[in-house]
DNA sequence: GATTACCGCATCATTGATGTTGCAGTTAGG
DNA sequence: CCTAACTGCAACATCAATGATGCGGTAATC
């Protein structure tokens, strides 16, 4: 592919990462200018609309998947572990704000990564359970969904956090909470 | 108004907030039919597509108001109010378990009543920090938008999960984090 | 039970988004 | 500098969603 071909590409990408996670309905039109690029040229790159929207959630697979694998979440000590995981997810949500959970409803292939991902932090919330990092009694499912939303929380509501503070922020309110004492 | 017209309009409204939380693009017609009801029934009682969702977003708001107001943020002891609260706006969000943030960028009217009762909920975070329920130092607007994630994934992941009991987890989580000792 | 409000159904017009194609112009890369 | 790749532009076809309307039938309310 031509350099300025991958420009526009990843121009594109992010592009439609930014207006889907404004508003789901964005149109090719709007993506495609907000790129800066003709949208014929979004057409021939992208079959239909579904193929843009793969691509954009592929992308942000990609970028999680390394944030995983570099988190060493099996190997390192779960506080370290944590703490790498957090500060590289978070950039990574930043930079593809799209929500899965809305928009890969129709991209099964899409789902079973991102399922897959998700069994590794699974595996990881049990783990800080065994290693009695979290409290007995707090249900696996409950603490998962938590820190998920308080990542996307930090990530996107409070976009001027650099990613170290962001990390320690959602740490900390993960593991102690906001209440006194 | 009749008491069939009035059936099928909360009919119309529920059907459209269930069908919009899961995908903003929902058609009318799939509204209608999910409603029980003739797509032309729709059109006759709302004039365009941007007033029935404002519809949708006043009947949200109609509840929240309600629970604000009985939940007596600024006179109760501020753990009961925390409580009732949490007890009364968890199923608000299940029956309308439409996201206002995404879809009322179009509609000036519910964000500015949006943001009337953001501000009674941002007052009583910070009563909350005033009285000592908060760790100093805790960002309030942190704190506010925690709390906000907080009750919509209990609301939506955890559906069984009966109102009293998702109000205790969701104030054990906020105050104590998940964190050992 | 009469009336009137409301509904479903069929139909039509309109619009915005999607997707395709041909062509001329530009630019990256050998 | 030459060529092939890529782009922008214009034009076109298609389709799904929106919105309007008239009419016959049904059901709520008095």
Chains 1, 2 share one sequence.
Do not use: C
């Not at 300025?4 to 207006?19: F, I």
């Not at 390394?66 to 190997?75: H, K």
């Not at 949500?93 to 590794?120: I, T």
Request: hydrophobic share 50%; aromatic share 4%.
């Amino acid at each position: 592919m031509r350099a300025d071909a991958a420009r526009n590409l990843t121009a594109v990408l992010h592009a439609g990462a930014r207006l889907l996670a404004e508003d789901p309905g964005a149109s090719m039109a709007a993506i495609a200018s907000a790129a800066g690029v003709d949208r014929t040229t979004v057409h021939r790159r992208f079959a239909n609309r579904e193929a843009l929207l793969s691509a954009v959630f592929q992308a942000k697979l990609d970028s999680a998947e390394s944030v995983l694998d570099e988190a060493r979440l099996v190997e390192s000590p779960l506080p370290v572990a944590l703490h790498r995981y957090l500060e590289g997810i978070i950039p990574v949500s930043r930079e593809w704000p799209v929500d899965m959970r809305l928009m890969m409803q129709k991209d099964p292939a899409a789902r079973v990564r991102r399922e897959e991902q998700s069994a590794r932090l699974d595996a990881f919330i049990r783990r800080a359970l065994d290693e009695g990092y979290l409290r007995a009694g707090v249900d696996a499912a409950w603490a998962r969904t938590v820190l998920d939303e308080l990542v996307d929380t930090v990530a996107h509501r409070f976009p001027d956090l650099e990613p170290p503070q962001a990390a320690d922020l959602v740490a900390a309110t993960f593991l102690n909470g906001l209440g006194a004492t």
